[in-house]
C-alpha cells in the first residue's frame, strides 16, 4: 500500500510547488515598478518679474562748479547730500542649466531725487558785501539697469531653494533740470531782504558700469511657479550729472556744471519666477 501512496505523495507536492511558484512569478508581474533613475533634472527657459525697495543707499557727496562774471563763483563737494530710497520694478529672461546652475539677463526701472545744500563764506552772486551764501540744490533722475547675471542654486529642502548669485552690466542714468536757490545770510553785513531767482541748467544722462551681487530662496508655489525672496547689492560707477548756463536777472550768464559719484544700493527685492518647460 505505501507503494501505492508514496508515488501519489509525490504528485501532490510537485503540484503545491508547482502552484507556488505561478504565485510567485504573478506577484513579481504586479509588483509596482521602482525608479532607480535618480531624481529629475530642472532643465529650460523661465521668465521673471521683481520689485524691490532700497533700505539703504550709500554715495560720496557729488561735486558742482558755478561760473559767473567770466570766472568760477564758486566749486567743490556739496556739503551735504541725500539720494532717495527708490522703488524699482523688473523683468527678465533666464535659462536653468540643472539643479544647481542658472542665468538671466534682465531689466530693472527706478527713479529717485537728489537733495543737497552748500555753504559760502562769501556772498551770493549780486549779493551785499559782508554777508555769505547758503546754496541748495534739487534733482530728479530715472534710470534702467541691464545686468547679465549668474546663480547657484544651494539644493532644495521642503520646497524651498537657497541661492547665491552675482551680476553685471550698464545703468542709463537720466538726471532732469538741476535747480541751485541760493539764499543770504547776514554775517558782518546785512542781507536786506536780498533775493534770488532759482537757477535751472539742463541734466546730463550717460551711461554707468554697474555689478549686482545677490542672495535669497526661492519657494515653491507649483512645479513651474517659485516665489524669489531675497537681498542685491548693487554699486553704480559716477557720472557727469548735469551742465548747462542760464540767464538770471541783473546778473547776466551763470554756467553750473556737477558730477556725481554715483550710489550703492542694498534692496530687498520679491518676484515670481514662472518655468516655461
Not at 104 to 125: A, E, R, V, W
Not at 182 to 190: L, M, V
Not at 215 to 225: C, F, K, N, P, Q
Not at 231 to 236: G, H, K, P, T, V
Request: aromatic fraction near 12%.
Amino acid at each position: 500500500m505505501f507503494r501505492r501512496i508514496a508515488p501519489l505523495g509525490i504528485a501532490v507536492l510537485a503540484g503545491l510547488i508547482a502552484t507556488s511558484a505561478t504565485a510567485s512569478d504573478l506577484d513579481i508581474i504586479n509588483a509596482p515598478e521602482i525608479d532607480v533613475s535618480g531624481s529629475t533634472v530642472a532643465e529650460g527657459w523661465y521668465i521673471r518679474g521683481d520689485l524691490g525697495y532700497s533700505g539703504w543707499v550709500k554715495h560720496d557727496k557729488p561735486n558742482y562748479r558755478i561760473d559767473a562774471f567770466g570766472a568760477t563763483f564758486a566749486e567743490g563737494d556739496f556739503d551735504n547730500a541725500r539720494f532717495s530710497k527708490p522703488v524699482s520694478y523688473g523683468v527678465g529672461m533666464g535659462y536653468q542649466f540643472n539643479n544647481f546652475l542658472r542665468a538671466d539677463l534682465t531689466t530693472d526701472f527706478f527713479n529717485g531725487s537728489l537733495s543737497g545744500s552748500t555753504s559760502l563764506d562769501s556772498p551770493c552772486i549780486a549779493a551785499p558785501a559782508g554777508t555769505t551764501c547758503r546754496l541748495g540744490q534739487k534733482a530728479d533722475y530715472s534710470a534702467a539697469n541691464f545686468l547679465a547675471n549668474g546663480y547657484v542654486d544651494l539644493g532644495t529642502y521642503a520646497g524651498i531653494t537657497p541661492y547665491v548669485g552675482a551680476g553685471a552690466g550698464v545703468t542709463y542714468m537720466k538726471w532732469d533740470s538741476f535747480r541751485t536757490q541760493a539764499n543770504c545770510r547776514n554775517d558782518t553785513g546785512s542781507c536786506a531782504g536780498a533775493t534770488f531767482d532759482e537757477i535751472r541748467v539742463k541734466g546730463d544722462d550717460n551711461w554707468r558700469f554697474t555689478y549686482a551681487l545677490m542672495a535669497g530662496a526661492a519657494i515653491d508655489l507649483t512645479e513651474r511657479v517659485k516665489l524669489d525672496l531675497g537681498y542685491r547689492f548693487s554699486d553704480m560707477a559716477g557720472g557727469k550729472a548735469f551742465g548747462g548756463s542760464a540767464e538770471v536777472p541783473g546778473v547776466g550768464t551763470v554756467r553750473v556744471k556737477g558730477h556725481d559719484e554715483g550710489f550703492q544700493k542694498h534692496e530687498f527685492r520679491a518676484g515670481i519666477r514662472v518655468s516655461t518647460w
